[in-house]
């Protein structure tokens, strides 16, 4: 057995030892009671899981070139920029994207506002609809969290995905400007300001001139919201902003959402600091120690691979990123694409993979990489203004 098939059948096992997914609300919650539990247990499994990959060598690619044909779980659409039908890839869906514009207010300073496009389940394409100033898709890809223009605001709603309504207003007494799922899909994170978090204000480009860019200033952020998403009741904690905060420092759940974290300025790129639920600043958990607040990926499914992102293109088009043990920061191996953005499964991820050298200007693909393979499997057409306002898109996935 030679190294590469030493490495895939490691995973397969990995993969083989998760429970399925339980199908009811109950049933969710039951496991992510069960599996905080059995956490210390988890932990021994993917050190022995690193130790085999790692002693067996890496990066671990195989001699493919570029693109291959899809398995049967991918639905790509490579000649749509910005994408009409459903792109989808395992468990992961793209469940929305958007389209961003600044509204100057004086000479130096603006708003930036999002226009998105929510994906119908019913027809399997994206839908424009501009009331929404923020989207968060929940897991299942049946309900959104949405906020109304103009950020911040005293209310969350709750939006059928199918029907395009709101299902029910969550009132909160404090603003809010930015929302995020926890992994099961139960809880809800409202993060809240006392401004409008998408202040932009005007920085030098390339070529000698000035475009609207983040404006460094102190941030509004005052705290956040944990809520149940079937109750829409919660606590909210008050969180001053730190020195380091950009103007938007949005708060995310941890894995097990035992935790919050942002992202700040700091020493090192994509610097992140967690918080308890009660506010207080605590080191980060020991399987999100070394991960990046600026790689959306993170950890895997079963927890046991971290995306380190760190990208080398070794060509022109042609780029690395890092794969690594969670708890040691070890690198393990290597995959395909500059940016990784979403897990598809435990051995395949969902990247932005730059075509151009760079010595032109960047354009890019969504593209499916995988573990153990040079190979890519391209999902979108190619996004030939990555860095134009007007005219890029952003995606947003969820869990399907």
């Known amino acids: 057995m030679n190294v590469e098939e030493l490495v895939r059948d490691s995973l397969r096992e990995q993969a083989t030892e998760q429970p399925p997914a339980a199908p009811g609300f109950a049933d969710r919650v039951l496991a992510v009671r069960r599996r905080r539990r059995t956490r210390r247990l988890a932990s021994v499994a993917a050190a022995t899981a690193a130790v085999v990959a790692i002693a067996v060598g890496v990066p671990l690619l195989d001699s493919g070139k570029s693109d291959v044909r899809p398995s049967g779980d991918v639905e790509q659409h490579s000649d749509q ?11 992961t869906a793209l469940a929305a994207y958007y389209t961003w514009r600044t509204v100057p207010q004086t000479r130096d300073r603006g708003i930036g506002v999002r226009t998105y496009w929510l994906l119908d389940p019913a027809t399997g394409r994206y839908v424009k609809d501009s009331r929404w100033a923020y989207v968060a898709v929940a897991p299942g890809l049946r309900t959104a969290a949405v906020l109304e223009q103009t950020l911040p605001v005293r209310r969350i709603g709750l939006l059928d995905l199918a029907t395009g309504e709101v299902e029910r207003w969550i009132p909160v007494e404090h603003r809010v400007g930015a929302l995020a799922y926890s992994y099961d899909g139960t809880r809800l994170l409202a993060t809240t300001y006392d401004e409008n978090p998408d202040v932009r204000g005007k920085v030098e480009n390339a070529k000698g001139g000035q475009d609207w860019g983040p404006a460094f200033a102190q941030s509004s952020r005052t705290g956040f919201y944990d809520l149940d998403v079937a109750s829409g009741e919660g606590a909210w904690t008050g969180v001053a902003s730190d020195r380091n905060d950009l103007s938007r420092g949005d708060f995310s759940y941890s894995r097990t959402g035992d935790e919050v974290y942002a992202r700040v300025i700091g020493e090192r790129d994509g610097m992140q600091q967690f ?17 990046r607040a600026d790689v959306g990926a993170r950890l895997s499914p079963n927890g046991r691979l971290a995306a380190l ?8 088009g042609k780029s690395y990123s890092s794969i690594r043990d969670p708890r040691t920061g070890k690198e393990i191996t290597k995959v395909r694409g500059g940016d990784l953005l979403a897990w598809a ?5 969902i990247a932005w993979e730059r075509v151009t050298g760079l010595d032109e200007p960047y354009q890019a693909r969504l593209v ?33």
């Open 309 to 316: 992102g760190l990208a080398k293109e070794v060509a022109p």
């Open 81 to 91: 920029s910005p994408p009409r039908q459903e792109i989808a890839v395992g468990q």
């Open 368 to 400: 499916v990489v995988t573990i153990g393979s040079d190979r890519i499997v391209p999902l979108s057409g190619v996004q030939k203004q990555m860095y134009d306002e007007l005219k890029a898109w952003q995606p947003v996935f969820a869990r399907r």
């Open 275 to 291: 918080y308890d639920l009660d506010g207080g600043k605590i080191a980060a958990p020991a399987d999100e120690k070394y991960l």
């Open 345 to 349: 499964d435990d051995r395949r991820l």
